[in-house]
Antibody, heavy 126, light 107 residues
Framework: EVQLVESGGGLVQPGGSLRLSCAAS????????MSWVRQAPGKGLEWVSAISGSGDYTYYADSVKGRFTISRDNSKNTLYLQMNSLRAEDTALYYCAKEYYYGSGSYSGASYFDYWGQGTLVTVSS | SYELTQPLSVSVALGQTARISCGGN??????VHWYQQKPGQAPVLVIYRDSNRPSGIPERFSGSNSGNTATLTITGAQAGDEADYYC??????????FGTGTKVTVL
């Protein structure tokens, strides 16, 4: 059974930093790309960042580019999101999602999200 | 950047058919995926690559995609289908994009 468990959320002041983690189990972690998707309170889904199975390829939404860094430790089956220079508009529930890649060749992002975690809440406020 | 537009809400009588649209420029040339999100829960994939159902998703969920509109259809809507629904595509310039979301109410 695929399980994705996020942690690391909390209350942080504007300009602060936070690192989210997602512990994965039930599948061969290194074989799958992973993403972070967020949802602000009462709002829709927003894709944040993606990383290939090997970690060689990373992608970011324009809204977080230069501030957030996605990474993974395949020896620990864990996905991370380092969030710096946090803003009030980064307040959201952050989901970790497993991807199913249907593109050809090296990872290019052509995928869908077949499993999701339950999310970890990040609140940016003074 | 690529944008996907969905109606804010769709209402359907119990047992009738609900259609949820997802509009985007030449979306028919892209693979569209659909997610269901019930209150307080994580999203669940209900349709992938336009019209494919993951295992465990009821047959009443179907999808189509052509021109500038993709559609998720719920045939014989049940009370348990009340949820928010989001379409999603991958675009080479924007990466992964979600639609604005549609709240489905079963009357």
């Amino acid at each position: 059974e695929v399980q994705l468990v996020e942690s690391g959320g909390g209350l942080v002041q504007p300009g602060g930093s936070l690192r989210l983690s997602c512990a994965a189990s039930g599948f061969t972690f290194t074989s799958y790309a992973m993403s972070w998707v967020r949802q602000a309170p009462g709002k829709g889904l927003e894709w944040v960042s993606a990383i290939s199975g090997s970690g060689d390829y990373t992608y970011y939404a324009d809204s977080v580019k230069g501030r957030f860094t996605i990474s993974r430790d395949n020896s620990k089956n864990t996905l991370y999101l380092q969030m710096n220079s946090l803003r009030a508009e980064d307040t959201a529930l952050y989901y970790c999602a497993k991807e199913y890649y249907y593109g050809s060749g090296s990872y290019s992002g052509a995928s869908y999200f077949d499993y999701w975690g339950q999310g970890t809440l990040v609140t940016v406020s003074s | 950047s690529y944008e996907l537009t969905q109606p804010l809400s769709v209402s359907v009588a119990l047992g009738q058919t609900a259609r949820i649209s997802c509009g985007g420029n030449n979306i028919g040339t892209k693979n569209v995926h659909w997610y269901q999100q019930k209150p307080g829960q994580a999203p669940v994939l209900v349709i992938y690559r336009d019209s494919n159902r993951p295992s465990g998703i009821p047959e009443r969920f179907s999808g189509s995609n052509s021109g500038n509109t993709a559609t998720l259809t719920i045939t014989g809507a049940q009370a348990g289908d009340e949820a928010d629904y989001y379409c999603q595509v991958w675009d080479s310039s924007t990466a992964k994009v979600f639609g604005t979301g549609t709240k489905v109410t079963v009357l």
